[in-house]
């Protein structure tokens, strides 16, 4: 089946750095891919869209500037956390809708960021 | 825009006993519904989902859900739960309408499952 992989699975970085995500999707083409942040025992909530080829698309209240987005080809988005402070640490998730089963999602196993 | 509603934060249930988490949703047209379940510090692993159809869907490790179009209403069940069913369980929907970059879902706040041996 479809796998879609994160690197790194997870990360601890001081405050003022930036660090990068990546998501993969390994075994098909992902034109669309979706950050997701999820606190402790709290739902998943959707960050943005990363779309191929064109600039990602941001959910209300989430700073582009600090959570940069890159869908550099079809089977990779990054997703750059700049100037990291604690507040931004969290467990990142990743997910691509394959391109034939337009009801389906396909996560990555996620990204756990502790800023320090 | 749409919504999803699991009223439950945590259900416990007895080893061998049937276990039911509850789902309810909100959105224009019909739904695509997904029950999603994720270990400690894991990604999202699917269950099941529904399309259209037959109302019963089976899943992955036994489960099924029952759609019910009336109630708005998308339950997980399983007759008879393990220890190992222990995990955090979410419910997610998006509009049959949604295309390309509107396909994301969105989910439910998540509901605690927790088997007693």
């Known amino acids: 089946g479809a796998v879609v992989s994160q690197h790194p699975s997870w990360v601890i970085c001081k405050s003022g750095t930036s660090v990068k995500i990546e998501c993969r999707s390994l075994d098909f083409q992902a034109t669309t891919m979706f950050w997701y942040r999820q606190f402790p025992k709290q739902s998943l909530m959707l960050m943005a869209t990363s779309n191929e080829g064109s600039k990602a698309t941001y959910e209300q209240g989430v700073e582009k500037d600090k959570f940069l987005i890159n869908h550099a080809s079809l089977t990779l988005s990054t997703l750059t956390v700049t100037s990291a402070h604690p507040e931004d640490s969290s467990f990142y998730i990743c997910?691509?809708?394959?391109?034939?089963?337009?009801?389906?999602?396909?996560f990555g196993p996620g990204t756990r960021l502790t800023v320090t | 825009a749409q919504s999803v509603a699991q009223p439950e934060d945590q259900v416990n249930v007895a080893e061998g006993n049937p276990l039911t988490v509850k789902c309810t949703y909100s959105?224009?047209?019909?739904?695509?519904l997904f029950w999603y379940v994720q270990y400690p510090n894991r990604g999202l692993q699917f269950l099941l989902k529904?399309?259209?159809?037959?109302?019963l869907v089976k899943g992955s490790y036994g489960f099924e859900a029952e759609f019910n179009k009336s109630q708005t209403s998308f339950h997980l069940k399983k007759p008879s739960a393990l220890v190992s069913d222990s995990a955090l369980y979410f419910c997610a929907v998006r509009s049959f309408l949604s295309s390309g970059s509107a396909r994301q879902l969105t989910f439910g706040s998540g509901t605690q499952l927790t088997v007693l041996p």
């Open positions: 529904y399309i259209t159809g037959d109302n």
């Open positions: 997910s691509a809708p394959p391109p034939r089963l337009a009801d389906e999602q396909y």
């Open positions: 959105v224009s047209g019909n739904p695509y």
